[in-house]
């Protein structure tokens, strides 16, 4: 991999989070306007001494950490892939054993406090907001997908943070932040991937109020823990009838389960996929019986999505940079690769998708981080579920986080895959071959389109959400009118208004067809939209670059704009072929 700071090296990563994301909106909600500064002030608790007193040095802060996350990611977590990659995870006698550089580089991310990075600072976490814990996340993945997934286990921990009672916080939240305890989630089954409401594992209460489990899950990450530190696992079982309303979320203790198995895989060959047995194991109740998918599983439904959508980005930037690298030193025909008009195409298209995509994980970061903490405001100043629930921004909030992580998990996966693809076309045959990085990326690339629900799961998902809220009056077309009205620039707010207005045409359509036809073209409406909303960011990123970043920058925005203009026109194209013939 290359080696180099990956926060450094990428001004799009670093305009996108000093210029686009808008801290002003989320950091207050984040700092429950800066109380902690104001207890250091009083206590000087050292808990909080670097509790911000306002949205500028809170953003400070995070640039702050983000550039040291951007070293170790590039340098320490980069030059350690390949060697983790070539040695790989073996099971020895129900243990799964890592690579050494594996266990050394979690020790010095653990070091470093970057476990703690979700935590309120009344456990020792850093209170990192949503978009902020997204960077970390896409570098910590440009170095290495697999190392990353192990940090992002360890953020399991806001489970806690958030669902648990005190005593479990107090003994949980402090270990998995230190290192000395990680995290896993136990959800499939070999059944029972995605259609967890008929999960099997059984749980029974005891006498003494404690439950047991019986049965087994599959396709676990991490439910080993890391080398020697035990995993705590968020276990999914069910404690009466059938169905999402007979399941209940628990506790269990890595310790207390067997390994049989990890799985062999395509890619990602260092992050452990364990098949797990529950034999009469203890467990905990986290919460009322039978809230266990209705509530807490669905709770998280949106930070799995954003996660793989970042990691996507991550991958893809990461697949990028050495095809940008090698096409620059490469040469053929008395020319370097990217000299080549053919090749530089590729490359241009690629740098605009993946800027593309990165605008959408930023942006759906600060509407999932809005929706939470406008929510956990609420619920802090004591109104009750019912008034949350009909609350007017929570209700615009909820549908558009529900749709945009679909669409970010969407759209970040399946193109992460083309730009792997496409950069081990640029390599040529020794793109095939294992000489060079990109084959790993190419492979690790693979799952993301798969887990945390399929590609066809999202795009069912958000067609539902897309069907109510994109229509004259609705909150997801409001919105993007929203994206546009401040625009600078009539001709690009002008491109954007007619693309929108062939996308209504193409959801009118839609809505007229058959429900078997529905599930069949949805899409057909689906892709659409979702390119033209990411052509919509782009648009606002033009402007923001113009008014507050060198004139290079801007014209480099300029170019992905027009490249991600033709991807969006054919992608309506296509729904016009096939909705209206």
């Known amino acids: 991999m290359i080696v180099r700071n990956y926060f450094d090296d990428n001004p799009d990563l670093q ?140 953020y399991l921990s806001n489970i806690v943070y958030k669902f648990c009672p005190e005593e479990m916080k107090e003994e949980f939240i402090p270990k998995i932040i230190s290192g000395e305890l990680t995290a896993a989630m136990g959800l499939s089954e070999p059944d029972f991937g995605s259609d967890l409401a008929h999960v099997r594992s059984k749980a029974v209460k005891q006498e003494d109020g404690s439950y047991r489990i019986t049965g087994s899950k599959r396709f676990i990450t991490h439910g080993c823990g890391i080398g020697d530190k035990p995993a705590i696992i968020f276990t999914l079982a069910r404690t009466s009838g059938s169905g999402g309303k007979g399941l209940s979320f628990f506790l269990v203790h890595s310790k207390d389960v ?78 370097t690769l990217d000299q080549i008009p053919a090749v530089k195409r590729m490359l241009d298209e690629m740098t605009a998708i993946v800027q593309a995509k990165r605008a959408l994980v930023y942006r759906t970061a600060e509407v999932v981080e809005r929706f939470e903490l406008s929510h956990e405001k609420l619920v802090a100043e004591g109104q009750d579920a019912r008034s949350i629930r009909k609350n007017p921004q929570i209700v615009e909030l909820d549908k558009l986080a529900k749709l945009f992580t679909s669409i970010a998990k969407l759209m970040c996966s399946e193109y992460a895959n083309k730009v792997a693809y496409d950069a081990v076309q640029i390599f040529g045959g020794a793109g095939f071959t294992e000489e060079y990085d990109i084959s790993k990326l190419y492979r690790d690339a693979r799952i993301s389109t798969i887990y945390e629900g399929t590609t066809q799961i999202h795009i069912n998902t958000a067609s539902g959400v897309l069907v109510e809220g994109f229509k004259e009056g609705g909150v997801i077309l409001e919105y993007i009118r929203k994206e546009i009205q401040d625009w600078k620039d009539t001709g690009k707010k002008d491109v954007v208004s007619t693309l929108l207005q062939e996308c209504l045409t193409l959801m009118d359509a839609f809505k007229e067809k058959s429900s078997e036809d529905r599930l069949y073209l949805v899409r057909d409406i689906v892709y659409p939209f979702a390119h033209l909303f990411v052509f919509s960011l782009l648009g606002t990123q033009i402007q923001l670059s113009g008014e507050q970043s060198p004139e290079n920058f801007a014209e480099e925005k300029q170019a992905v704009f027009d490249k991600y203009l033709l991807l969006t026109k054919n992608s309506i194209a296509m729904g016009k072929t096939s909705l209206l013939g």
């Open 258 to 335: 067997v390994v049989s198995r990890i799985e062999d895989k395509l890619g990602l060959h260092c992050s452990p996929t364990c098949e797990l047995v529950y034999e009469d194991t203890p467990a905990t109740l986290i919460g009322r019986e039978g809230d266990g998918l209705i509530k807490y599983v669905i709770a998280m439904l949106n930070h799995g999505r954003l996660g793989v959508a970042v990691e996507s980005v991550g991958v893809a930037q990461a697949a990028l940079a050495e095809a940008q690298k090698y096409a620059s030193e490469r040469v053929q025909f008395g020319k």
């Open 15 to 154: 305009f996108t989070l000093k210029h686009f994301v808008n801290w002003q909106e989320i950091i207050p909600l984040r700092e429950n306007n800066f109380a902690d500064f104001q207890k250091y002030r009083q206590t000087q608790d050292d808990r909080y001494a670097l509790a911000p007193e306002n949205t500028a040095q809170a953003v400070e802060n995070c640039l702050d950490i983000l550039q040291q996350v951007g070293e170790i990611s590039g340098k320490n977590v980069a030059s350690a892939s390949r060697t983790m990659e070539e040695q790989g995870l073996k099971l020895v006698e129900g243990k799964v054993i890592f690579p050494d550089e594996f266990i050394k580089l979690y020790e010095t991310v653990a070091g470093a406090g970057i476990l703690s990075a979700p935590i309120g600072r009344e456990y020792g976490g850093l209170n990192m907001p949503l978009p902020a814990l997204m960077a970390m996340k896409e570098m910590l993945t440009r170095g290495d997908n697999s190392f990353e997934i192990a940090v992002a286990v360890s």
